[in-house]
């Protein structure tokens, strides 16, 4: 598996931006997908983007297309997620995940290896 742990998280106003960072260590980061997936107080976890191993090919949710943006540099094992144009609804607990296949996926059971998540609250 990976260890992953996030950072940047944090509180700001609707419209504003925030850049999550995902650390890994472990199994191989550079052979695996990866994914950012969130869950809001009293909903079901989701999938908000996925980046293939090489960092080739995306995919967003709907809900954040345009608005958001996955990168990674495996020369450092991290993965980030650039959020702009915030808005109340996109409050959640954001976890990064490794997926066991090398290629993107919005599929959660596609992904062995979780982080700890970190809170993002957008105030309107």
Request: aromatic letters at 10%; charged letters at 15%; proline letters at 2%.
């Amino acid at each position: 598996q990976v260890q992953l742990v996030e950072s940047g998280g944090g509180l700001v106003q609707a419209g504003g931006s925030l850049r999550l960072s995902c650390a890994a260590s472990g199994r191989t980061f550079s052979s695996s997908g990866m994914g950012w997936f969130r869950q809001a107080p009293g909903k079901e976890r989701e999938f908000v983007a996925a980046i293939s191993w090489s960092g080739a090919s995306s995919h967003y949710a709907d809900s954040v297309k345009g608005r958001f943006t996955i990168s990674r540099v495996n020369a450092k094992n991290a993965v980030y997620l650039q959020m702009n144009s915030l808005r109340p609804e996109d409050t959640a607990v954001y976890y990064c995940a490794a997926s066991v296949y090398s290629g993107g996926s919005r599929n959660s059971r596609d992904f062995d290896s979780w982080g700890q998540g970190t809170q993002v609250t957008v105030s309107s």
